[in-house]
């Protein structure tokens, strides 16, 4: 509790702000101000010695004092029940709490982005237990590469002759460029793409923070190779594409075909990488969507190296995944920021559970929840509307659009179905003991089927009664 926030003090104890002559402007809430009980009577009844046996003095002391201070700020009454059940509340939550995403956005960068499948989900919680081998070779019974198995795997799902695993797609350009282009390089890049994701992660400053110069190319809507080719010289060292993720230049546009910019750069000997973004190893036609290059087909046109994040449409970990070229990806493995980037035994096991459903894509859009989401016909998500309605007993089931969310294709709609809860409060919703998240549109309160299942029905029962009493 920030004390900032609270209103003066000095004007509910009785003194005039404006001059020393003190007047009384609520008798009530001074006397109930009075009535407050203190931190240490608390601690002495059962219910405070209970939470000190359970969470420690400290932070029960903590709690109790932030709480009167909840009370003496609004000038409420004290009820010991409730006061302790808040307390205790707040002692038991956690950092990071479930929340219900009812926003109808699939990978919400806000709520945490891919869901885990369930097989990712038990890979993680066996390596996490004890022991792996991250970095030991069995057969040689000594130290072997870091997840080696696992990125054998990923170069050949992608279709890459080797890979990388890093912290996330941010870390695994901020490499690339450090990698291939740092110290002084010049990296190319269109002015079309100089692009600004999540507010922090911008083009430019990645390529500067990477050590490298940005050399721009093209205007704002056109780009063509001949661009390019007129902006390289003796120092330049990457030129990198960047997938338009979260916006659209639409009209009178341009941009160089991927393999004529890989013919580009091979004749030159200079590398071309492409920030994917997204990233997708299945062709998202086959959801309804627009067609989105897939890694494979980035790589297959030429690309010397693709990034992508594991936690937007290929519905894994977060991480930073680099395919292409083995002695360009060796020269990512051995630069000094890889130790810097790199990923926990965790994050490996729950790409690799990942990877493996993708063997047979049939598996991975039953079983990667993402995946699952963006394919479920709109009957079933009708249906689980409907479901979802019967269970609340309130509402009315409405058509909606659901979006992808996590910058990738800004105005590809899915036919969606929700629950409209008119005259709900969402502030409420967010408040119950598992915040449900949904989408304000019209005024009005819709609980998004598309991104929830059924599992989560019970959680938003829980919320909507809640907020309705
Ligand atoms: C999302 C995105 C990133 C950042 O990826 P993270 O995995 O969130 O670090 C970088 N580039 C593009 C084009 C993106 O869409």
New binding site residues.
Partial sequence: MNGKHLPPLKRSLGVDPRGARPFVHDPAGLARLRRLPSVNSLLDRDEGARLVAVHARAPVVEALRRHLEILRRDAAPFDAETFFAGVEASLTRPGLRRVVNATGIVIHTNLGRAPLAEEALAAVAEVAAGACDLEYDLDAGRRGGRGAALLDLVADMAGGEAALVVN????A?LLAVAAMAGGGGEAVVSRGEL?E??GS?RIPDIIAQGGARLVEVGTTNKTRVADYARAMGERTRLLLK??Q??YRIVGFTAAPDRADLAALGAEAGVPVVE?L??GTLLDLRHFGLPHEPTVGECLEAGMDLVTF?G??LLGGP?A?IIVGRRDLVERLRTHPLTRAVRCDKMTLAALDATLRLYRDPARAVARVPVLRALAAPLAAVEARAEALRQVLGAGQVVSTEAFVG??AMPEAALPSAAVAMPGLDAAALRRASVPVIGRVSGGCLLLDARTMSEADFPAVAAAVEAASC
């Avoid at 996330?168 to 870390?171: E, G």
């Fill in positions: 996330n797609n941010a870390a350009v692009v994701i999540g992660f960047v997938h993720s979260n920030d973004g997204s994040s936690d937007k977060q930073g996590g910058g």
